[in-house]
C-alpha cells in the first residue's frame, strides 16, 4: 500500500491549496480516510475525515475553510483549504483510519 500526498507549499494568510493523496494498493471508497498535520513542536492531529459512504468531519479549527473530498474513479482524496492562517502551518498526511497506512507527508506554510 502506498500513499503519495502532494499540494503542499507556501502561501499567504487568507489563501488557498488544495492537497491530493493517491493511493495504490487500497481502495478509499471502502475505508474511511482523511488529513492529519503536525506543526512544529506539536502532536499530530486529526483536520478531516471521510467515510466510505462520504460523511466528512472536521477539526473545529478547520470547519468552513476546509472541505474534504474523494473521486472514486481516480482513488484519490483531496482537502481544499481555503482562508489559509499562519497557524495552519504544519506538515499535512493523509492516512487511511484504522491502519498504518500514511503518506508520506507535504509541508504547508502560511505566511502572515
Known amino acids: 500500500v502506498q500513499l503519495q500526498a502532494s499540494g503542499g507549499g507556501l502561501v499567504q494568510a487568507g489563501g488557498s491549496l488544495r492537497l491530493s493523496c493517491a493511493a495504490s494498493g487500497i481502495i478509499f471508497s471502502f475505508r474511511a480516510s482523511g488529513w492529519y498535520r503536525q506543526a512544529p513542536g506539536k502532536q499530530r492531529e486529526v483536520v478531516a475525515g471521510?467515510?466510505?459512504?462520504?460523511?466528512?468531519n472536521y477539526a473545529d479549527s478547520v470547519k468552513g475553510r476546509f472541505t474534504i473530498s474523494r473521486d472514486n474513479a481516480k482513488n484519490e482524496v483531496y482537502l481544499q483549504m481555503n482562508y489559509l492562517q499562519p497557524e495552519d502551518t504544519a506538515v499535512y498526511y493523509c492516512?487511511?483510519?484504522?491502519?498504518?497506512?500514511w503518506g508520506q507527508g507535504t509541508e504547508v506554510t502560511v505566511s502572515s
Open positions: 471521510i467515510t466510505n459512504v462520504g460523511t466528512t
Open positions: 492516512s487511511v483510519f484504522g491502519t498504518n497506512y
